[in-house]
């Protein structure tokens, strides 16, 4: 793990207070020890160095590198891994960390003999292999293959001796992470890990002085607000799309005093506050998910603010900080989700951002990479994460580089935190312009003229990479100036084509359109199948099918024959939906898909289609409170009711529970299929409670449903609604009845009734 990993990412997840009443130890290895897991690192080298002067003691000659590592001291890192990596009792660990501490030193052949170890006496790990790979000739050349394309500077007018990092954007100005130093700062202000003060949110306004270099003038720094500028860790911070309401980083307290763990470390928690007309609300609100036993840190919203993307320890992930994403439903937050192996790894990701399109950019010291924490990009697609791309020298390099951000949507410019040579202070904030053309190329069929997706795309100025269409067959590039880049274009369903884009006589910035036209193979494709009744199973002859699809006007028309069987042509790279009616019956619809074919291929699609006006026996599943299910009433068989799918509402409410409502999809799909339909929905409750009380409630819960379907299309014409109450029981369990759970909720259910047909 690297310094800054450990200073701006465990610092701030594990708080340390300077002890103000330390007892005295009997032993100096002792004492050691307890400075060690205060993470008071200074103080704990001090003794270890004493103790190894005298004798070999194991446990100070294993901690005392890490606490060099843990400081930013990485020669002296190195020196005392490597004698300690000679010890009997050595593990992996030692090996992973000496080559981690090599490779920050500029000696990837001796990282490599070290990683070499490291995965000789841990097979299992991943970070093994993936280290050896950064420590080979052939990953150097990423320092070759973008650095032409970026200006990389530091911004001297904000940086200081100190650290400053995880810089975000905030209406006219920046807003960053910073150690001050008051010039009288007691020791509750500073931090037991580094001996400096705890970090606060500053702002400092900016203006745009030069458009086509992305120039700023900056002007005085100045700390944010009292909120963000306590006596522990503040920040980094985050803001809602609209400015107001902002979420920020903040060691765990709880009524104005610092509160531990079970190992008494002070976690991190994720905070909110609002904009008000006189400022920002002085008391934050925790976020739901933030816990005092682990933490939760380096928010960032997407461009809806509806998902918050953060970092976190918290058990179950798959390594020591992963990153995850949470959801905003009504007022708080949902339980998060780990963003997956894809994205994490056994060792850090963190500091995570999300640009205007979606792509996720975030540092890790797990991937391959140039040494330490390096900046990643990836976008989800289709529900999974496409492969991460490493953004390469300058904006990464042997230090530790995190806390990537963009400065607008075109990707040209932005900032980035390291604590590389260049650094004024431990680490610094760097602003990149890239000498770049934004450039959208768009594949699509030449037939159908629709854009096809997961085409692949290679170039000659970035022989390393892969670029693979979206679902509307585009892909965003940004192409070095003043040069031409031939671009490969293969797809299995449409063979291989090549463009060449030039970017001659074009300014940075600049947007460029490109349309790839490709023609799909010649290829035989047919959709077959049959024709059923939903409850017997027979085929149903003389039915009608139609072929719809998103790439064709019109529809491919064909009828079943004596056995239920049709055959339909289908076109490749498209996707289909097949219609099936019959006289007498409800219109069905089944789904299929072409994208991607490449060979010759008949798909299987059988339609059942359910029976108009044929009554149902009654077979209602045991119901819960609140479920609804059903057929037709004994005592009703004069009527045209079908069942419905259960119904979920919230307890003694008539709000729809949506995600386990199947059946309201289920009563969708019949009247948007059979759009000449006239029904009324009919919602029954079961005996216990109030009569009058059930039919009201009946009648709301019916109303909910009609509610919904209108929302989804459906004309009000088309729909009536009756709420029944317990008036039509399907057993006698009536309210001088003893029936258990089951028999109660056989009566609770929701139906429709068929009123007309219009033709």
Not at 655 to 682: A, C, F, H, K, Y
């Amino acid at each position: 793990m690297t310094s800054i990993l450990s200073r701006l990412c465990l610092a701030f997840f594990c708080l340390a207070l300077a002890s103000t009443g330390l007892e005295a130890q009997s032993a100096k290895l002792t004492k050691a020890n307890k400075f060690y897991q205060q993470l008071n690192f200074r103080k704990a080298i001090e003794l270890y160095e004493k103790i190894l002067a005298k004798k070999t003691e194991p446990e100070a000659l294993f901690n005392l590198p890490d606490c060099y590592r843990r400081i930013g001291d990485y020669q002296k890192a190195e020196r005392w891994y490597a004698k300690a990596v000679l010890h009997p009792e050595a593990n992996a660990e030692l090996y992973f960390y000496l080559g981690l501490s090599q490779l920050s030193n500029n000696r990837p052949q001796e990282a490599r003999v070290s990683f070499e170890k490291f995965r000789e006496l841990a097979p299992g790990d991943l970070r093994g292999p993936q280290l050896i790979e950064a420590c080979d000739d052939s990953l150097r050349t990423l320092l070759n293959n973008s650095g032409a394309l970026y200006i990389v500077r530091n911004v001297r007018e904000i940086n200081t001796k100190y650290d400053e990092f995880g810089l975000n954007t905030h209406r006219k100005g920046i807003v960053y992470c910073a150690e001050r130093d008051t010039g009288a700062a007691p020791l509750f202000f500073q931090s037991a890990w580094t001996g400096r003060p705890f970090v606060d949110v500053y702002y400092c306004d900016r203006r745009l002085v030069d458009e086509e270099t992305k120039a700023y003038k900056y002007g005085k720094s100045r700390p944010f607000d009292k909120i963000v500028d306590t006596r522990y860790h503040d920040g980094p911070v985050a803001f809602s799309p609209d400015g107001t309401t902002m979420y920020f980083t903040r060691n765990y307290f709880q009524k104005g005093k610092v509160e531990r763990d079970g190992a008494g470390i002070v976690q991190t928690q994720i905070m909110s506050t609002k904009m008000t007309n006189t400022g920002w609300e002085k008391k934050g609100r925790r976020v739901d998910f933030a816990r005092k036993s682990y933490s939760v840190a380096h928010p960032t919203l997407n461009a809806e603010g509806d998902k918050m993307y953060f970092a976190s320890d918290m058990p179950g992930g798959f390594g020591r900080m992963d990153l995850y994403v949470s959801y905003l439903e009504g007022s708080g937050w949902s339980e998060p989700i780990n963003l997956g192996p894809e994205i994490n790894t056994e060792g850090d990701e963190v500091f995570p951002w999300l640009a205007a399109d979606g792509t996720l950019y975030f540092a890790s010291d797990g991937h391959t990479g140039l040494g330490g924490l390096d900046v990643y990009s990836s976008k989800a697609y289709k529900g999974r994460w496409r492969p991460l791309e490493n953004l390469g020298s300058p904006i990464n390099s042997r230090f530790d580089d995190f806390a990537y951000m963009q400065d607008d949507s075109s990707g040209i410019s932005g900032y980035f935190s390291s604590n590389r040579d260049s650094a004024v202070g431990a680490t610094d904030i760097f602003f990149f312009t890239k000498l770049a053309v934004n450039t959208e190329l768009l594949v699509f069929d030449k037939l159908t003229g629709r854009g096809v997706d997961e085409v692949s795309l290679t170039s000659d100025c970035f022989p390393r990479k892969e670029y693979l269409t979206d679902v509307d067959g585009k892909v965003q590039l940004q192409l070095p100036l003043n040069r031409s880049c031939t671009f490969e274009v293969f797809s299995p369903a449409f063979g291989d084509t090549s463009v060449t884009i030039s970017t001659e006589g074009y300014a940075m910035g600049a947007r460029l359109f490109i349309q790839v036209p490709t023609v799909a193979k010649k290829l035989e494709i047919k959709v077959e199948g049959q024709v059923l009744d939903d409850k017997t199973g027979e085929p149903l002859a003389n039915a009608q099918v139609e072929l719809l699809s998103n790439c064709q006007k019109g529809t491919t028309k064909g009828s079943t024959d004596a056995e239920g069987n049709y055959s339909l042509k289908a076109l490749a790279n498209c996707q289909y939906v097949i219609k099936a009616s019959k006289e007498g019956y409800f219109t069905s619809t089944n789904k299929f898909s072409t994208l991607n074919i490449d060979e010759d291929t008949t798909f299987n699609a059988n339609v059942a289609l359910p029976e108009l006006f044929k009554l149902e026996d009654p077979n209602n599943p045991n119901g819960q409170e609140g479920s609804f299910g059903g057929g037709n009433p004994d005592g009703f068989e004069g009527e045209q009711v079908y069942q419905i799918d259960a119904i979920y509402y919230d307890y003694d409410q008539d709000r729809i529970n949506l995600e386990r409502s199947t059946g309201l999809q289920q009563l969708l799909d019949i009247m948007v299929n059979n759009p000449d339909l006239v029904v009324e929905i009919r919602s029954h409750t079961d005996s216990r409670g109030d009569a009058n009380y059930n039919l009201e409630l009946s009648a709301r819960r019916a109303k909910s449903v009609a509610d919904y379907l209108i929302e989804k299309g459906i004309s009000e014409a088309r729909l009536s609604y009756l709420g029944l109450g317990e008036s039509q029981l399907l057993n006698g369990c009536d309210d001088f009845s003893s029936c258990d759970e089951a028999q109660h909720g056989e009566n609770r259910r929701t139906e429709f009734r068929v009123i007309r047909q219009n033709k």
